[in-house]
């Protein structure tokens, strides 16, 4: 029997490489400019710009969409009205062609998976977009549950993320672990949850880097249990030989 019998993901800077998906965007943002006859740059920071206005506007732990604010950020690009018919397929192609995953993170998913655990996504995303990313490298179908922050309304460190994943699992959550890569939102939001937690990437390793360690395992008290740079690491923490 394995020490864990739940681990929880989440998608960007875990599963997907962010650098990958930002590269996606700068992509399709020079071709959409160039076919209008419109300078790169400034269209790149006015969609930017637009983009996080949109993101800013929630109150609280609300949850913005991330496709109206695309809708709204390409508005603010051609100052007026636009048909989502006129960028978002070749949005998607784009973000497609250059998203990659985070090192040894697939074959990490699949030997848990093998193994029995109960696999979980609690991420702050679209719906659609979570499946399209996973189903796009093949670890879907591995997942049993899937939270994203369009469906519960919120997003993290909102305990009603963690309380939609953790009923989805009904595993105990003394036996589950968090794998995130932002500190307020993946670590104290899942130990608040009662969760075991993992930090890679982001601000939840910067933090680990701070605090004192015995191998993977942080000893010093704080929102992480375990801070690691390879996702097979995961194999040997949750007991999967």
């Known amino acids: 029997m394995t020490e864990y ?3 929880f993901f ?3 800077g875990v599963i997907v490489s962010l650098p990958s998906i930002r590269q996606g965007y700068v992509d399709y943002l020079e071709e959409f400019a160039a076919e209008r006859g419109l300078d790169h740059g400034p269209a790149l920071e006015t969609w930017r710009e637009a983009l996080g206005d949109h993101f800013k ?3 609280g732990t609300e949850y913005m969409s991330a496709s109206e604010g695309y809708q709204k950020a390409f508005q603010a690009i051609v100052d007026g009205d636009i048909d989502r018919e006129e960028w978002e397929p070749g949005f998607e192609t784009a973000t497609k ?3 990659e995953t985070e090192p040894n993170v697939v074959e990490t998913i699949r030997a848990l998976d093998d193994a029995g655990l109960y696999l979980g996504i609690v991420s702050d995303i679209d719906t659609a ?3 399209r990313m996973l189903d796009q490298f093949g670890v879907d179908d591995a997942f049993d549950g899937v939270t994203t922050s369009e469906a519960v309304g919120y997003k993290k460190p909102d305990q009603r993320m963690f309380d939609d994943a953790l009923d989805r699992s009904d595993v105990d959550p003394a036996r589950s672990l968090m794998v995130g890569d932002r500190y307020d939102h993946d670590m104290q939001g899942g130990k608040a949850a009662g969760l075991d937690t993992v930090a890679y990437n982001g601000t939840a390793f910067e933090r680990a880097e701070e605090l004192d360690r015995d191998g993977h395992r942080v000893v010093e008290e704080d929102a992480i249990d375990f801070a690691i740079e390879d996702h097979r690491t ?3 923490i949750v ?3």
């Open 10 to 12: 989440d998608i960007g």
């Open 129 to 131: 977009e979570a499946h």
């Open 239 to 241: 007991g999967v030989e």
């Open 97 to 99: 062609a250059a998203m």
């Open 234 to 236: 995961l194999l040997s």
């Open 57 to 59: 506007s929630a109150e």
């Open 5 to 7: 019998e739940a681990v």
